[in-house]
Each structure stands twice: as C-alpha cells, then as structure tokens.
C-alpha cells in the first residue's frame, strides 16, 4: 500500500567522506584555503529529489522534467527562494547513529559547563525573565536582559548533539542542572564525523609536472561507522523528511539508492520509507502540548537553518521578545540542472539550533499553535522563502517565567 | 546518462611502496601517508585514483573509452579561449580504495595479511547493492566484542605469534559455521589470487588493526644528492609508507550507458613516481590477471605491428633503450633528446600523432651527412618510438599521411609516455657542478 499522504523519512548514510563546502574560492595567494560545514538543506533537498527522480529515470534537467518527475516533485524551479506548495518539500532533518538513535542541535539557550576535564553539565537553561511590552526597535535586546543566566568561567561551547529525549525536556521546558552523559544524552561531535584534510595539487598532464602555486587542502567529512550489534557495517546517517507531490509506489522505494552528496559527488546510500499521514516527531510535539498549560511563552527552535532576511520574524502578528542565535554561517550549493551547472548565490544562514522567544497570543497557552507551526519554516513579513528546501524548519518549545 | 549506476569493484595492489601525500602531519614522520581519520589505516585517495586512471585513458584509450566521459570534460586551454564551454561532469565516480589487506611479518618472520573486518562488512554491504548479498553477522559481532585492551581475531587457517603488544583473542571458528565459508567466496571474489592462499589471513577488530599497521607500515630515510653524489645538507625525510603487496578496493559507479570498460593496468599512484615508487597493478573484480610481461620484440620494420603491446613491454623496451644511452653519457645529446621528447608529446597531444611524427622527421633531417646534437636526437627519438633500424632514410619525403592504425597509436604513446618518465630520471639537464662544458 502507498503512503497516501505522500511524506516519507529518508536516510542518508554517506559511504565515503564527504565534502561539503561554500563554494567560495577562499584563495590565500594562489592556495585554496577552503573551509568545511553542515550540509546546506538544499543539499538535502536536492539529493533526494534526485533519487526520486532517478527512481523514474529522469535525471536533473529542466529539459526532462514533464511529465514524470513533476507529478511527483511539482514543476521544475531553479530559484529556490520562492516557495511553493505545489512543489516536493524538505521538512527537516538530524542525525541518526547506527543504534537508530536520533541526534539533533542544542537549543543554543542551553548553556554547558565543564567544571572538570570530562564531565559536561548543563550550567543554565535560558528562562525569559521579563515579558514586557513588544519591542519596537528592529533589533532584539540583549541575551542577558531577557535570559535568566549568569555567565559561568566554566562554560564550554562544544559543539555536541541533544538526544531526542533530551531535546523534548528542553522543548517541554523541564530543564535542570544535570549531567550529560555521552552517547546517551549529548554525542561528541567527533563520534558523528571527523574532518580529513586532503591535499590536491593542480597538474598539467601534458607535461607530467605540477601547477604552479596549485597546492589546496580540502577538508573532507568521513563520519564514524561501526560494526553494529547485528555484525553489520553500519554509519552515521542524516535523517531527512521528505514530502512529494504524489505518492511513490512501494517498488520504487523499496530499494535502496544512491544519492549524491556535496563536492566530488561523494556518495550516501537513500532509503526510503513511508511515513504515515502524521508529522514526523510527533511525540515530541505532543509532550510540549501537555507541558505548555503552565507555561508564558513559546519558543521556535530551528531544526534546519534558517536564510536570515532582514527583521525578526512574526508569529500571529508578534515579533519575538529575545533570542538565541548561533553564529550565522555562509552555504552556497550547486545547481545541478543539466543545461547548465553553476555554483548558487551565496546565502547567510542563522544556524540549527537558534531560538525565538514569544509571548502566548492573548496571554493564553495555545497548544493547537505549537501543532500548527511544528515542521514549519520560518517565515518573515514578505511570505514563505525558501519553503521547499528545507530551511528554517521549526519544532516549537514552551518557556515558563520563574519569577 | 542513467539513473540507475552501475556499481562495481576494482581492486588495486601496490607492486612497490607508495605514499600517498597527507595534509595532517606527525611529529617523527616529515612525510606521513594519507589515513583514515578514525582507524588510521592507509587509504587510496579516490582524487589520486581518478587523476592517474584519466591520464591513463587518455592517452590510452581502450576499446570504448572515452576520457572526456568518464571524467569530465575540461576547460579548453588559455591560448584557445574562443572555445570555452562549461564543463560537463563526468560519468564515473570513483570511490577511495579501502583497504583489504595488507602484509605484516609474525614474529617467526612469516608474512601474514591483515584483513580489517570493518571494511570487509563494507565491501559486503556495497556488494549488495548489486545484488551479491554475503551477510557474516556471527563473524562481526565475535569480532565486535574487541575492547581497548583486548582485540579479536579469526585467523585462516591458523594464527601465527605476532610481535605486538596488544593482546589478541582468537575467534574459534568452529562457532562460527557456514560463515567462514561465505566469507572465504567474498575474499576469493575481491581479492582473486592477488593474495597468497598459502599465507595466513588474519581477520581483526579495528583497534588491532591499526596497531598491525602501525607495525607494517615501513618508514624509509630518504636524502638529497647533488651531481656528485654527494648528500644535501638538511635534506633528510623520513617518510611513510604502505608496503609493497597491500591491496585496497575502490568502488565505482557508472552513470553512462552499458557496462563500464576497464581493462587491467599497471599505473603509478602517489609520491615517488621517479624512484618507482607506487606502481600499482589494478583491475575489475572478475577480470583475468594483469597480462604478464612479456620478452621485448626484436626490432622490426619501420611501422610497428598491429598487435597491441602491453604495458610492461613498452616499459622495459623503453628501459633498455634509454639505458644504451648511458654507457656513456652524452650530455649534449641528452639535453637535446629531453627537449625532443616533450615536444613530441605536445604536439601529439594538440596536433595528433602523424602530425607530431612528421615534425619530429623534419626536425631529424635523416638525410643530412653531418647531423647536429638536435637532428641526431629527434633520429634517435624516432627510431625508438617506431622501434625502426636503420637510418630513417625510407622515410626521407614521406609526410605520414596514411593515419596510423588506433593499435599502432596505442603502442607508439605508450612508448612515448614511458620515454617521457625515464627521460626525467635518466636523462641529465645539464653539467655536473664544477664541470666545464
């Protein structure tokens, strides 16, 4: 039986190190000094869109796209700033260990601290102190005015990743201070993937000698893999939901798939699986519904990140009251349209993690909001960029005032 | 170009040591080799792999071989901007070679392989995609039970003392039933009889793996000599490398129509090219042994058979040649016949080989009584390359109009791409110091 409402979870689990870039050709003199990073969701989204295409023999060609690859990932659209229902859609992803265990960002209002040389506790969870009037200037006040937290001479900023049960205590707002354990609570970052620097050099092969001033490092990705506990090869993964436009047939997704990842088309087995007609982390979104009847505001928490587009977003007219931003980052892509191949415009993005605090509409609790808004991207006063691939996806967290 | 890859193995193994360049260093190596970033086994850059077998394929091209297919077309060189065009991306992705096995001594000085399990449950989920489904799951979780202190093993048939400090268990196989015998049909497939069945095979838990490697792995002191032969101040390397035997698999992925052409071959991957190091022999899974060498033909008439001469024998008749040039060495002439070789290749490589050939019996001047350094190298430079006798007279007027057959090409560029490597190792540049001219 098809999945009727067509959304499905993929996994991507890269068999060779990855390369993942911004296409800036960052020269120092003649060097290539190019710098590694988080997957762009349109990376993502166009890997998977391409194994669906594949899975109908179409490839990545506007030339080629009616009638089959439309029916089932809309029209063909190089720009990918507007949005449009009509089209396949990215809802967002994490990352998945070898035991199916999931991984996301720390909500970056959680602060950890490392009193010792391994330990890692949770040194203060951001609670909005003072609810006052909505701000009118364009920018935010500070973190500190609004966030319950002291700065801490332990705190560490490490890069690592929240279990999903970690992560629904924070989106349910029942944080305290606790220590995380590893692999259980928190991953290392480097038990997701480890960087590995390779060198190239430019050649000329007529002459069989090197390119002056060609030498470049590039900062490969090779993430972890293990012999799991069925005695299989099993790696990290990216856990990507994907909706199409019309169902897939079971034999199209039964099999398992290449999909392409990053520079070199460094190469990530897809498999495909129904999704049901509910939205994914649905448990997660229902223990927030129960913990929101006590609470004074939500949150969004972004899952993806999020093209940043001048003022803060609104969220049923209101504009956040403080928040908590990772340092923004620049992804570029590659549009891979068979008519002609180039590098995409490149973009700031805030990144996974980053949080927006709100005020309940009318001062009530609205559990059918954090539903309605759970999966969706981020918007702005001038409509949904940037909907389809994949950024900016929130899940919704509630936030209680102490005082 | 498909949708649906074709997917297939190629193994390679290394005929000499190699290194392949690392960007991350150690403090007591000046060269390490390129490792995995987890395991810290050597690895085969897909990127190296991908530039030899394209240079390979282009001047070589087999039977429905087409590098710009394959690899991706280039950008048109500077002097021809005109013709600019985007490139289009290539039709073979070519994976890293992981390795399969790679040799270590035992402690009563037999040579062993090591075979890292992880890797051969990777080649094994890989090989399902083709639909070759080996599944080892009692194998993988006996040797998943490895800790820090404690490593596994399965050894076939037996396990040899090994010098390492690290305590190895042996995995019985008796508990492990038909699966050693499944695993034996995936080594026999991937590795073919590129490893000594009468040598133990030794299947290990990462951790034990890397600290054989750690042991294998062969460190050579390498220093600078000027034209006396005498050493460079501060020109000590140490430098890593993997050992002569191992063998890696690369795994590929075809995305152009019907079934990928891959023929064996001996290439140089890695640093070292001119002191031999990082020859290599490679081939599909399936396919027959690397041709073996064979005798040198003796000289010939003038245009060479039509049969297609292998690698190997361009290499050693290129050898012999160059070396009849040593005894002894004429300086002048061999500055000339460098210059001569490279400008042959060029101009086959712009112009086509008869036209490269024609210039190079022009600039011969075969016919001239007292011929200069220059004549006498371009006489010499086509002589080889046609493996001819004589003077070239008979080919005094003749302007090569009658295409040569894509046989005689194929030997003619492999000669001349072997001319190309051992003029730069063999052939002097200019007068030792000290010298007068």
Redesign the interface.
């Known amino acids: 039986m098809n999945n009727q409402d067509h959304l499905y979870n993929v996994n991507l689990m890269p068999?060779?190190?990855i390369l993942f870039t911004d296409n800036r050709s960052a020269r120092a003199g003649e060097d290539h000094l190019i710098q590694d990073q988080d997957p762009s969701p349109h990376t993502i989204y166009g890997a998977i869109g391409a194994c669906v295409?594949?899975?109908?023999?179409?490839?990545i060609d506007e030339k080629q796209w009616e009638p089959v690859a439309s029916k089932y990932l809309g029209k063909f659209a190089s720009n990918i700033r507007d949005g449009d229902p009509a089209r396949s859609e990215l809802l967002g992803y994490h990352y998945h260990d070898p035991g199916g265990h999931a991984w996301f960002p720390r909500p970056q209002h959680i602060r950890l601290r490392q009193p010792g040389e391994e330990k890692i506790w949770i040194a203060a969870a951001g609670n909005v102190q003072k609810v006052e009037s909505e701000l009118i200037a364009a920018s935010l006040e500070t973190f500190e005015r609004f966030l319950n937290y002291a700065a801490d001479d332990k705190e560490c900023e490490i890069p690592d990743l929240f279990s999903h049960d970690l992560l629904k205590a924070c989106l349910c707002g029942n944080m305290q201070e606790n220590e995380l354990t590893p692999d259980s609570d928190r991953l290392p970052l480097e038990r997701l993937y480890?960087?590995?620097?390779?060198?190239?050099l430019g050649?000329d092969?007529?002459?069989?000698q090197t390119l002056t001033g060609r030498l470049f490092?590039r900062p490969y990705r090779?993430y972890?893999?293990?012999?799991d506990?069925?005695?299989?090869?099993s790696g990290m993964s990216i856990r990507a939901y994907f909706k199409t436009t019309a169902p897939l047939e079971n034999e199209r997704i039964q099999n398992?798939?290449?999909a392409?990842l990053g520079g070199?088309?460094g190469?990530a087995?897809a498999e495909f699986e129904s999704a049901g007609d509910e939205k994914p982390l649905l448990d997660i979104c229902r223990a927030v519904q129960q913990a929101a009847a006590d609470s004074d505001g939500f949150y969004l928490y972004l899952l993806t990140p999020a093209v940043r587009e001048g003022d803060w977003p609104l969220i049923k007219g209101a504009k956040p009251l403080a928040a908590a931003i990772g340092k923004d980052r620049a992804v570029s892509g590659w549009n891979s349209n068979r008519q002609?191949?180039?590098p995409r415009p490149i973009r700031r993005l805030l990144p996974a993690g980053s949080v927006l605090f709100y005020p309940w509409p009318e001062g009530k609790p609205d559990p059918q909001l954090i539903h309605e808004y759970w999966l969706e991207p981020l918007t702005y006063k001038n409509g949904e960029h940037y909907r389809n691939s994949g950024f900016g996806r929130l899940l919704i967290g509630v936030w209680k005032n102490e005082n | 170009?498909?949708?649906?890859?074709q997917?297939l193995f190629i193994r390679i193994q290394l005929l000499q040591n190699a290194n392949f360049?690392?960007?991350?260093g150690k403090v007591t190596l000046d060269r390490p080799t390129?490792v995995?970033?987890?395991l810290e086994l050597p690895f085969v850059?897909?990127?190296t792999l991908r530039?030899v077998l394209?240079?390979q394929i282009?001047w070589y091209p087999g039977a429905g071989q087409n590098a710009d297919a394959m690899f991706g077309t280039r950008l048109k060189q500077p002097e021809s901007p005109q013709v600019l065009r985007?490139?289009d991306?290539g039709k073979l992705?070519v994976?890293?070679g992981d390795p399969l096995a790679f040799p270590v001594l035992s402690a009563d000085g037999r040579r062993c392989w090591v075979l890292p399990?992880?890797f051969l449950?990777?080649f094994?989920?890989?090989d399902s995609?083709c639909g070759t489904v080996i599944?080892?799951?009692?194998?993988?979780?006996s040797?998943?039970q490895a800790d820090p202190k404690v490593g596994r093993m399965l050894a076939l048939p037996e396990a040899p003392p090994l010098e390492t400090s690290r305590k190895i268990k042996p995995v019985p196989p008796a508990s492990l039933g038909d699966e050693i015998d499944l695993l034996r049909t995936a080594l026999a497939r991937w590795a073919g009889d590129w490893l000594p069945a009468d040598e133990p095979w030794l299947i290990v838990d990462d951790r034990t793996a890397t600290a054989l490697w750690l042991q294998a792995a062969e460190i050579r002191d390498q220093t600078a000599l000027d034209e006396r032969k005498v050493a460079r101040d501060q020109s000590l390397r140490r430098i890593e490398t993997v050992p002569e035997g191992t063998l890696f698999l690369s795994?590929l992925?075809w995305l152009g129509e019907g079934d990928l052409s891959l023929d064996p071959l001996t290439i140089q991957l890695g640093s070292g090219e001119g002191k031999g190091s990082g020859f290599c022999r490679i081939a599909p899974l399936g396919g027959s042994k690397a041709a073996p060498a064979k005798a040198p033909q003796p000289p010939a008439e003038p245009r060479p058979s039509t049969r297609i001469e292998s690698d190997s024998e361009a290499m050693v008749y290129i050898y012999k040649k160059i070396q009849q040039l040593q005894t002894p060495p004429d300086r002048t002439f061999q500055k000339k016949l460098r210059s001569a070789i490279?400008d042959v290749?060029?101009r086959i490589?712009s112009a086509g080989m008869e036209t490269a050939l024609s210039f190079a019996l022009a600039k011969a001047k075969p016919d001239k009584p007292d011929p200069k350094p220059e004549q006498l190298a371009y006489r010499w430079l086509l002589k080889t390359l046609l493996n001819a006798s004589g003077d070239l007279s008979s080919l005094a007027g003749q302007l090569f109009d009658q295409d040569f057959s894509p046989e005689e090409k194929i030997n003619l560029l492999r000669r001349w791409q072997w001319l190309?490597?051992y003029s730069?190792v063999e052939l002097v540049t200019a007068n030792p110091e000290g010298a007068s001219s």
């Open positions: 068999v060779e190190p295409a594949g899975m109908f023999g179409v490839e480890r960087h590995e620097n390779r060198l190239g050649m092969y007529e002459r069989n490092s090779r972890s893999a293990q012999i506990s069925k005695g299989n090869w398992r798939r290449i392409l070199d088309r190469r087995i002609g191949q180039h | 170009m498909r949708t649906d890859p997917h360049g690392a960007a991350s390129q995995d970033a987890y850059p897909n990127s530039g394209r240079n282009e985007e490139n991306p992705i994976g890293n399990y992880v449950a990777k094994m989920m890989l995609l599944q080892t799951p009692r194998i993988g979780q040797l998943r795994w992925s490279g290749g060029w490589k190309r490597k730069e």
